[in-house]
Protein backbone atom coordinates (compact mmCIF):
# COMPACT_ATOMS: atom_id res chain seq x y z
CA UNK A 1 0.00 0.00 0.00
CA UNK A 2 1.62 3.38 -0.86
CA UNK A 3 0.89 6.03 1.25
CA UNK A 4 1.90 10.02 0.86
CA UNK A 5 1.65 12.73 4.05
CA UNK A 6 2.19 16.02 3.19
CA UNK A 7 3.40 19.01 5.31
CA UNK A 8 4.52 22.15 5.17
CA UNK A 9 2.13 24.54 4.47
CA UNK A 10 0.75 27.85 6.63
CA UNK A 11 0.23 30.91 6.48
CA UNK A 12 2.19 33.53 5.08
CA UNK A 13 2.39 36.92 3.46
CA UNK A 14 1.91 37.65 -0.29
CA UNK A 15 5.46 37.34 -1.74
CA UNK A 16 7.03 34.76 0.68
CA UNK A 17 8.00 31.41 0.44
CA UNK A 18 6.94 28.12 1.85
CA UNK A 19 8.30 24.68 1.11
CA UNK A 20 5.97 22.07 1.26
CA UNK A 21 7.46 18.34 1.23
CA UNK A 22 5.29 14.86 0.81
CA UNK A 23 7.36 11.86 2.45
CA UNK A 24 6.04 8.47 0.45
CA UNK A 25 5.96 5.38 1.79
CA UNK A 26 5.13 1.68 0.29
CA UNK A 27 6.32 0.21 -3.42
CA UNK A 28 9.56 1.37 -4.89
CA UNK A 29 9.60 5.54 -4.79
CA UNK A 30 12.21 5.72 -7.18
CA UNK A 31 9.81 4.27 -9.97
CA UNK A 32 6.92 6.51 -9.51
CA UNK A 33 6.73 10.57 -11.13
CA UNK A 34 5.28 12.54 -8.64
CA UNK A 35 3.38 15.98 -8.99
CA UNK A 36 1.61 18.25 -7.14
CA UNK A 37 -1.78 19.47 -7.66
CA UNK A 38 -4.21 22.38 -5.78
CA UNK A 39 -7.75 23.24 -5.04
CA UNK A 40 -8.92 26.12 -3.87
CA UNK A 41 -12.30 26.57 -2.43
CA UNK A 42 -15.36 26.46 -5.04
CA UNK A 43 -12.69 25.72 -7.79
CA UNK A 44 -11.27 21.94 -9.07
CA UNK A 45 -7.95 20.10 -8.40
CA UNK A 46 -5.48 22.02 -11.00
CA UNK A 47 -2.22 20.82 -11.82
CA UNK A 48 0.73 22.77 -10.14
CA UNK A 49 3.95 20.39 -11.30
CA UNK A 50 5.24 17.32 -11.63
CA UNK A 51 8.53 15.53 -12.01
CA UNK A 52 10.34 12.21 -13.60
CA UNK A 53 11.45 9.21 -11.44
CA UNK A 54 15.30 10.69 -11.68
CA UNK A 55 14.49 14.10 -11.44
CA UNK A 56 15.65 15.21 -14.62
CA UNK A 57 12.62 16.09 -15.61
CA UNK A 58 10.54 18.65 -14.31
CA UNK A 59 7.07 20.34 -15.54
CA UNK A 60 5.19 23.51 -14.66
CA UNK A 61 1.99 25.29 -15.14
CA UNK A 62 2.08 28.26 -16.79
CA UNK A 63 0.83 29.97 -13.48
CA UNK A 64 3.64 28.59 -11.39
CA UNK A 65 6.66 28.54 -13.50
CA UNK A 66 9.25 30.58 -12.35
CA UNK A 67 8.13 30.75 -8.98
CA UNK A 68 8.11 27.47 -7.99
CA UNK A 69 10.87 24.46 -7.63
CA UNK A 70 10.11 20.89 -7.81
CA UNK A 71 12.50 18.71 -6.78
CA UNK A 72 12.68 15.00 -5.31
CA UNK A 73 15.21 13.02 -3.22
CA UNK A 74 14.81 8.97 -3.81
CA UNK A 75 17.09 7.97 -0.97
CA UNK A 76 14.47 10.20 1.28
CA UNK A 77 11.72 8.67 -0.52
CA UNK A 78 10.53 12.63 -0.53
CA UNK A 79 9.40 14.83 -3.08
CA UNK A 80 9.27 18.58 -2.10
CA UNK A 81 7.53 21.88 -3.56
CA UNK A 82 9.88 25.14 -2.74
CA UNK A 83 7.05 27.81 -3.90
CA UNK A 84 8.53 31.40 -3.97
CA UNK A 85 6.56 35.04 -4.60
CA UNK A 86 3.74 33.57 -3.52
CA UNK A 87 0.20 35.23 -5.00
CA UNK A 88 -2.86 35.34 -3.07
CA UNK A 89 -4.24 32.72 -6.25
CA UNK A 90 -1.94 30.16 -4.88
CA UNK A 91 -3.96 29.87 -1.34
CA UNK A 92 -5.38 26.21 -1.78
CA UNK A 93 -5.28 22.69 -0.79
CA UNK A 94 -1.78 21.33 -1.75
CA UNK A 95 -2.28 17.71 -2.88
CA UNK A 96 0.84 15.61 -3.78
CA UNK A 97 -0.04 12.52 -5.93
CA UNK A 98 1.93 9.40 -7.16
CA UNK A 99 1.90 8.03 -10.52
CA UNK A 100 2.39 4.57 -9.50
CA UNK A 101 2.07 2.15 -12.52
CA UNK A 102 2.59 4.80 -15.54
CA UNK A 103 5.58 5.25 -17.45
CA UNK A 104 8.75 7.83 -16.31
CA UNK A 105 6.82 10.72 -17.73
CA UNK A 106 5.89 13.98 -15.65
CA UNK A 107 2.55 13.86 -16.40
CA UNK A 108 0.30 17.07 -15.53
CA UNK A 109 -3.29 14.83 -16.12
CA UNK A 110 -4.71 14.61 -12.93
CA UNK A 111 -6.00 10.88 -13.76
CA UNK A 112 -2.39 9.61 -14.27
CA UNK A 113 -1.96 9.29 -11.06
CA UNK A 114 -3.06 6.71 -8.84
CA UNK A 115 -2.68 7.74 -4.79
CA UNK A 116 -2.54 11.47 -3.00
CA UNK A 117 -2.06 12.45 -0.06
CA UNK A 118 -4.42 14.27 2.47
CA UNK A 119 -3.13 17.85 1.44
CA UNK A 120 -1.71 20.74 3.27
CA UNK A 121 -3.35 24.00 3.34
CA UNK A 122 -1.49 27.17 1.79
CA UNK A 123 -2.94 30.30 3.06
CA UNK A 124 -1.70 33.64 1.47
CA UNK A 125 -2.34 37.08 3.21
CA UNK A 126 -1.86 40.66 2.56
Known amino acids: QV ?5 GGGL ?4 GSLRLSCVV ?13 RQAP ?3 R ?12 EYYADSVKDRFTISRS ?5 VHLQMDSLKHEDAAVYYCAADVYGSDYESDFIGAYDY ?11
Open 12 to 15: VQTG
Open 42 to 44: GKE
Open 46 to 57: EFVSAISWSGAN
Open 74 to 78: NDENT
Open 25 to 37: SGGTFSRYAMAWF
Open 116 to 126: WGQGTQVTVSS
Open 3 to 7: QLVES
